[in-house]
């Protein structure tokens, strides 16, 4: 763990490539956090990090009318909306666009 004092120096500037990106999308603070706590971890983030929280708001707003408008929220098929609610679950090896 970096020391508070050296942390509080960091600059956007001072981040390049991936961490420069991170400091754009995230901000300074969590590209400094990153870099203190996971610093020389290499990451993979996966587009179904919130796979279970989509699913989880499509069950809570959908009204049996809205498929359309929660697809388009959500980023996923309105078929893949009747399926959630349907029950169904996404399987281990099946890959979802979200």
């Known amino acids: 763990m970096l020391h508070k004092d050296l942390l509080e120096l960091a600059r956007p500037e ?13 901000g300074l603070e ?11 971890t290499q990451l993979n983030i996966p ?18 009318t809205n498929a359309k408008t929660l697809a388009l929220k959500c980023g996923i098929t309105e078929r893949h909306v009747y399926h959630i609610v349907e029950g169904g679950a996404v399987k ?7």
């Open 30 to 40: 969590v590209a400094v956090k990153l870099v203190d706590k996971l610093g020389g």
């Open 47 to 64: 587009r179904s990090g919130l796979k279970a929280t989509v699913e989880r708001y499509v069950r809570a707003q959908y009204n049996g």
């Open 92 to 98: 281990g090896d099946q890959h979802t666009f979200i």
């Open 14 to 26: 001072d981040f390049t490539g991936d961490l420069g990106l991170i400091v754009q999308e995230c």
